[in-house]
């Protein structure tokens, strides 16, 4: 058994007693919020509107780690079929197009010809790529630069995904944990995304490498046309970073 099939296994029980836990959070964190939602239209001053509002929000954060654990642990199965990962980047990268423009942050990409079909979960993919801008873009100042490159070197047979920034690169404390759940260094974040990203990765048969420094960050996402796993024979180089 590999080593991300063993992280799987693993996974899918903690999965069962996450689902538990989740069901038990959810019923009470409903009802909470239903109160506080009640006595929000029912106080006239804006400080205690505002207290409801703050305690509220708190509630829905509690609401999103919950699922997010939920969506790591369980492991999803990703339901497959035909697709061309270049329209999915597309997709991803016009989600965040706005937010980018407002920022002040470009986007360049490159190597989007029509690329093979690979065998894997649109969505999920999708989620991944999202995942990896959204890292890219709330780590950069103005005028920051996100570089989106999709290759598919013949010797691989597969298809490398890359996202780099110019950004600040991943503070050295966290390097060690970045796939881990809940490692975050940012206010109101879940420290879920990449943990997400290394999960989806996993079930594609895939390797998804970091690397950052002062100068920005880079990820590279290889995932198998065939949805079989990128070995490491030397016949089949692993792409590292
Ligand atoms: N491109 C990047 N540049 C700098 N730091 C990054 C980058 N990508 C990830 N990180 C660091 O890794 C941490 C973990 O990222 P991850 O996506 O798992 O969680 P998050 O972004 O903090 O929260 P969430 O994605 O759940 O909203 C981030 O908090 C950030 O410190
Ligand atoms: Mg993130």
Known sequence: MSAGDSRICALA???ELAATLVHEIKGPLAIADGYIQLLQNQVRDDRSRDICQKVRSQLEH??????GLLYVA?????NR???RPEETVRNAISLIQATALARGVEIRVS???RTPEIHADPGQISQLILNLLLNALEA????GIIWVRLRCPESLQAVVLTVADNGPGIPEDIKDRLF???????EGGTG????ICRNIVDQHGGRIRIRSGKKGTLVRVTLPMSGLPVTDSPAVPVAGC
Do not use: Y
């Open 180 to 186: 881990e759940p809940f490692v975050t260094t940012k």
């Open 81 to 83: 079929r035909p697709c």
């Open 111 to 113: 190597g989007l010809a």
């Open 13 to 15: 029980t903690v999965g």
């Open 62 to 67: 509690i609401d999103h780690l919950v699922q």
């Open 74 to 78: 369980r492991a999803q199965r990703p």
């Open 140 to 143: 950069l100042p103005l005028g």
């Open 192 to 195: 879920l995304g990449l943990a």
